[in-house]
Each structure stands twice: as C-alpha cells, then as structure tokens.
C-alpha cells in the first residue's frame, strides 16, 4: 500500500502544480455548457427533463470532464519511460501491480476533481439539485469513469514509445465514445441503427448514472449502468494490469 500510496501522492503534487493542465481540462466542457447549453437551452426540448437542456447537458459535461483527463493520464507512463523513471520504478524490489494501481488511483483523483470543479461551475450555470444522496451517486460514477479510463489509458500507454502517437490513437478512440455516450443528446432521439452501438458504449452507463444523481432521470435502469460500468472498469483494471507487467525494464 506504501508503494500505491506514494505513486498517487507523486501524480497529486504533479497535477496541483500543473494550473495550465488543470485549467485546459476544463475549458472544452465549459465551452459546451456555456455555448451549447445556453445556446440550444431555449430551443431543445428534452421530454421527461422539463425542456431544460442545459440541465441535460451538464451530467454530460462532468463526465466529458473525468473522461479526457482519466484517459489522458496514460500519456504520463509514456513520459515516464521517455525520462527514466519508470525503468527505475520497474527495477525496484516492488510489485508491478501496486505501481501500475498507483498510476491508476492517482489518474483517477486528478479526473475526479476535474469532475467536481465542472460540477461546482454548474451550480452557478442552473443546476438545481439539492439532494446530497444523488451528489453521492453521481460522485460513484464519476469515481468509476475515472477508474476504468484511466486504467484503459495506462493500457494503451504501455505498448507506446511515443507521446504524439498515443495523443492521436487516444484522440481517435476517446471522441467517438464520448460522442455516442448520450452525453449531448438523448438516445432515444438517436437514429435506431445507432442506437445499439451507443449501448456497447461503457461510457453511456457513466453518463446515465450520473444524470440520475443530478437530475433523478435516466433512460437506463440505474443499477444497471452501475453493473455495466463496474464491470467495465474491473475489465480494463485487469487488461491495464496485464499490459503493463509486459512493459521491458
């Protein structure tokens, strides 16, 4: 646990000393809440949402949030084998695993926190909840997005040399899957041919369980979206875990 403990203080003192990083990773969902939003808020309706858009858009918004900073945490395996310090983590009498849940659980936090500031920004931008039980179900989710895509980042990551390739594979993979995730619009309004790729999509399960924090409304059965992605997150824990035992020391 000291290992774990020590690689997630070591990407906490990173993340807080980054402002740029911290600032870039909330400035596209913010754009989308303040452009998007607002901009369609008066001419979009959402059936079962009371035609509040924007209110539809932000549990979208958060995990936009947790998922771009959680995947792109992987790039920091890259940098550490670029500069040594991974083959110096890797030669050292400690278990691969506990450095590879280090990196995981640290990616996660910052990803959290980039949520949660996206989730305090929309209070202030029309977010009316106050139920602190569905605060804490949507804090579940997004701890569980962070999770899993960070551990889907990390696995990426180590089959790569090169920071500039994984940003473009990663850029490739995380767009669709964030676009199909329901995140901007219901799936019930999607065209029926799409509709079943948009469920294969494990971040449509984070979306939705965040939305029923916030809002009390999903179009997925809750508990659901938590088996879904729970399962979805121990699967890439494993793969992460695997791949990153085969990275040369």
């Given at each position: 646990?000291?290992i774990?403990?020590t690689?997630w203080?070591?990407?906490?003192k990173?993340?807080i000393r980054?402002?740029?990083?911290?600032?870039?990773?909330?400035?596209m969902?913010?754009?989308f809440?303040?452009f998007?939003?607002?901009?369609?808020?008066s001419v979009v309706q959402?059936?079962?949402?009371?035609g509040?858009?924007?209110?539809?858009?932000?549990?979208?918004?958060?995990a936009?949030?947790v998922l771009?900073?959680?995947?792109?945490?992987?790039?920091q395996?890259i940098?550490?084998k670029?500069?040594?310090?991974?083959k110096?983590t890797?030669?050292a009498?400690v278990?691969?695993?506990e450095?590879?849940?280090?990196q995981?659980v640290?990616g996660?936090t910052?990803?959290?926190i980039q949520?949660?500031i996206?989730?305090?920004l929309?209070?202030?931008?029309?977010?009316?909840s106050?139920?602190?039980?569905g605060?804490?179900i949507a804090?579940?989710?997004?701890?569980l997005i962070g999770?899993?895509?960070t551990a889907?980042g990390?696995?990426?990551?180590s089959?790569m040399?090169d920071?500039?390739?994984?940003?473009?594979?990663?850029?490739?993979?995380?767009f669709?899957?964030f676009?199909?995730?329901g995140?901007?619009f219901?799936?019930?309004?999607l065209?029926?041919?799409i509709?079943?790729?948009?469920l294969?999509?494990?971040?449509?399960?984070?979306?939705?369980?965040i939305r029923y924090?916030?809002?009390?409304v999903?179009?997925i059965n809750?508990l659901?979206?938590?088996?879904?992605?729970?399962?979805f997150?121990?699967?890439?824990t494993?793969?992460?875990a695997?791949?990153f035992?085969?990275?040369?020391?």
């Amino acid at each position: 646990m000291d290992i774990i403990y020590t690689i997630w203080l070591r990407s906490m003192k990173r993340y807080i000393r980054s402002k740029s990083r911290i600032i870039g990773s909330i400035s596209m969902p913010l754009f989308f809440l303040l452009f998007l939003g607002f901009g369609l808020n008066s001419v979009v309706q959402i059936p079962g949402m009371g035609g509040d858009y924007i209110t539809f858009l932000i549990p979208g918004m958060v995990a936009m949030s947790v998922l771009f900073t959680s995947v792109f945490s992987g790039i920091q395996i890259i940098w550490d084998k670029q500069f040594g310090f991974l083959k110096e983590t890797l030669v050292a009498p400690v278990s691969r695993l506990e450095i590879m849940l280090g990196q995981t659980v640290g990616g996660a936090t910052t990803a959290f926190i980039q949520g949660m500031i996206i989730l305090i920004l929309s209070i202030f931008l029309g977010l009316k909840s106050g139920n602190v039980l569905g605060f804490l179900i949507a804090f579940g989710f997004m701890a569980l997005i962070g999770l899993a895509f960070t551990a889907f980042g990390i696995a990426i990551a180590s089959k790569m040399e090169d920071m500039t390739g994984f940003q473009l594979i990663m850029n490739f993979v995380v767009f669709p899957i964030f676009g199909l995730s329901g995140a901007l619009f219901p799936i019930s309004s999607l065209p029926p041919f799409i509709v079943p790729i948009t469920l294969l999509d494990p971040l449509t399960y984070g979306v939705e369980g965040i939305r029923y924090g916030l809002t009390g409304v999903s179009q997925i059965n809750p508990l659901i979206c938590l088996v879904v992605l729970g399962g979805f997150t121990v699967a890439t824990t494993f793969i992460g875990a695997y791949l990153f035992r085969t990275i040369k020391s």
